[in-house]
């Protein structure tokens, strides 16, 4: 199943370059109340949701999926959680480019660990990168994103997979400098996801999925997930020895090497093998 949110926070069904509207399907979420449970709403609840969904999609009238505009998949995730230098081949360009370390070692993830992104920057690919500080360099990292489905703690390496809601395609926006990484990536519209959540049943094996990113047509960024460093059930373990993951959380599993900068007016096109692909315009904010 792929969901995607978009146009006024509709729900929407995609099947193929068809949408079916099934917002009817969100009446069925419990009637919140302050203090709002933590997480997601709809991904907490994303299995009881299905059937009245495909009944909702077998009412619609299709239209195309190219007519909306596509809003982040997870509206109210809790978190979205960074993994730095993922990939080794990455990890290399980023020791040898001052301009992406500023002098400070490039350590691996077992020692660096994870970060945050504020879940402020949070956009979906119709809503585009609105670029600050566009005299330093902003550079792209396209990355799969698993979004968690269910809350856990200390979640063993070989359950790990059970508590994926879903992957999607994220775009781990940075601007270079000496700030902390958490500041760097925080800004508005610096984490984009999408362009829908695929649900993790169509997904056999997320370390073994091709994706790339272009800009303005040339390709960028072009890997494999079977080159990550954590692989994603490691990243759900390690996350979860530290921290309770919670339906709707966004990991950022980490982007590959090829990372480079953006301007304003220029167009990102990013694809991951069994989601499929997102067009993200760049502006100056
Ligand atoms: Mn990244």
């Known amino acids: 199943m ?21 917002t009817s399907a969100t009446d069925l979420l419990p009637a919140y109340r302050w203090p709002l449970p933590a997480g997601d709403g709809l991904i907490a609840n994303l299995e ?21 505009k596509l809003l982040s998949p997870v509206a109210n995730p809790g978190k979205i959680i960074g993994a730095p230098v993922n990939y080794k081949k ?39 990168v609105a670029l600050r500080f ?27 997979l059970d508590y994926v809601a879903g992957y999607a395609i994220g775009l781990d926006m940075t601007v270079r400098g000496p700030e902390d990484r958490s500041l760097r990536k925080s800004i508005d519209s610096y984490a984009v996801l999408g362009p829908w959540l695929v649900t993790a049943d169509e997904i056999d094996n997320p370390d073994n999925l091709d994706f790339d990113l272009r800009v303005n047509g040339e390709v960028r960024q072009s890997a494999n997930t079977a080159a990550l460093i954590f692989d994603v059930a490691k990243l759900i373990h390690y996350a979860s ?16 090497e090829g990372v480079g900068p953006v301007d304003p007016g220029d167009t990102m096109i990013a694809r991951v093998e069994g989601v499929g692909s997102m067009t993200v315009s760049v502006r100056a904010a």
């Open 48 to 68: 009881r949701l299905r059937q009245p969904i495909e009944a909702a999609a077998a009412a619609a009238e299709p239209r195309a999926v190219s007519s909306v």
């Open 241 to 256: 020895n530290f921290y309770t993951l919670q339906p709707g959380d966004v990991i950022m599993t980490g982007t590959p």
């Open 90 to 128: 990455h990890q290399a360009e980023a020791s040898a480019d001052r301009e992406i370390n500023f002098d400070a070692e490039i350590k691996t993830i077992d020692k660096y660990g994870l970060f945050l992104k504020a879940t402020s920057a949070l956009v979906g690919p119709g809503e585009g």
């Open 134 to 160: 566009t005299d330093r360099r902003n550079d792209h990292e396209v990355e799969l994103a698993a979004i968690i489905g269910k809350t856990g703690s200390a979640i063993a390496h070989d359950q790990a």
């Open 2 to 22: 792929r969901l995607c949110r978009f146009d006024n926070d509709r729900l929407g069904l995609v099947r193929g370059d068809r949408l079916y509207d099934v």
